[in-house]
């Protein structure tokens, strides 16, 4: 396992490509965009390919961190994708937050090609992308996490095999739903404190410091109260993660409620325009709410 194609050189992918090259991996890039990429060559060096299908020639394994289920998709199975120069044996490993469903369509159309794959969306931040610390959660064949996890334990600190293929998005999509409900629920405890004349330093040092504690506390709670929405992961993706672990709750027959109380929190603060920003911008729907401003 030694080259790597790396589909997706965004916020998240371009960091954790960053740190497959400085542990040594030879790592060769592709990006929607081209300028994205020849400025990740810049900062990381390795090299750049003009589409997937030749980032991939000769590659040991693919790792995907892409949109959606749909640009994975396209990046491995369509007209330019890489599934097109791998061979029997390949890995894919796509780190793409993606609906489980969309996991298992890809997995079996590589799978009818000899192609083995691993879904491992992560959690954590850019700095965490950027120091190869993220917590990532894989789901696939124990031989394929077996070959897959000289790449994983570079990108992660975290590395959790959490079932079959598909149970690793699951796993995430889950995750955040309960991290986008924590946002939301301090987002509310700091209007009605704001409402009622509250020192919101004061109420915020004090969840901190109780039963209260989260990450999403000591990563949210003040830039909500600053109004501070310099992106560390985007209010967009973390609706489209919510809706995802809401339909699989729809599918397994269990109900969600807090979870759709906040996704309707997260798409009125993406109705205000504040999509491509944190997801701390959630704190503005909940101000419109009140009437009230922090």
């Known amino acids: ?26 790592v060769t890039g592709w990006n929607r965009t081209r300028e994205r990429a020849d400025a990740w060559t810049a900062e990381h060096g390795g090299r750049v390919a003009d589409t997937p299908a030749a980032a991939a020639q000769d590659a040991d394994a693919v790792v995907t961190m892409v949109v959606d289920g749909a640009q994975a998709e ?62 990532i959660m894989a789901g696939g064949e124990e031989d394929a996490i077996a070959r897959a996890r000289p790449l994983l334990d570079a990108m992660g600190a975290t590395v959790l095999h959490v079932g079959a293929v598909g149970d690793g998005q699951a796993v995430k999509v889950l995750t955040n739903a309960v991290a986008a409900v924590t946002c939301a629920a301090i987002g509310q405890a700091l209007v009605v404190g704001s409402r009622a004349g509250l020192d919101l330093d ?8 109780s039963a209260a504690a989260s990450a999403m506390v000591n990563l ?33 027959g269990a109900p969600f409620p807090l979870a759709a109380e906040a996704g309707e929190l997260y798409a009125a603060a993406l109705a205000r325009g504040l999509g491509e920003g944190d997801f701390a911008g959630v704190i503005e729907a909940i101000e419109g709410l009140a009437g009230t401003r922090l």
């Open 1 to 26: 396992m030694k080259r790597v194609a790396f589909l997706g050189l965004g916020m998240m992918g371009g960091r954790q490509a960053g740190v497959l090259v400085r542990s040594g991996f030879e």
């Open 74 to 135: 396209e990046v491995l199975l369509g007209a330019d994708g890489a599934a097109h120069a791998l061979g029997d044996g390949a890995l894919v490993v796509d780190m793409t937050t993606t609906a489980p469903p969309d996991a298992r369509r890809i997995a079996a159309a590589l799978a009818e090609r000899g192609i083995a794959f691993v879904d491992a969306p992560v959690s954590g931040s850019l700095p965490k992308a950027e120091a190869g610390t993220l917590t």
């Open 202 to 209: 004061a109420l915020i040092d004090a969840m901190a410091g």
């Open 220 to 252: 949210k709670a003040r830039p909500m109260k600053e109004h501070d929405y310099t992106p560390l992961f985007r209010l967009e993706h973390m609706l489209k993660d919510v809706r995802f672990a809401l339909a699989e709750a729809h599918a397994a």
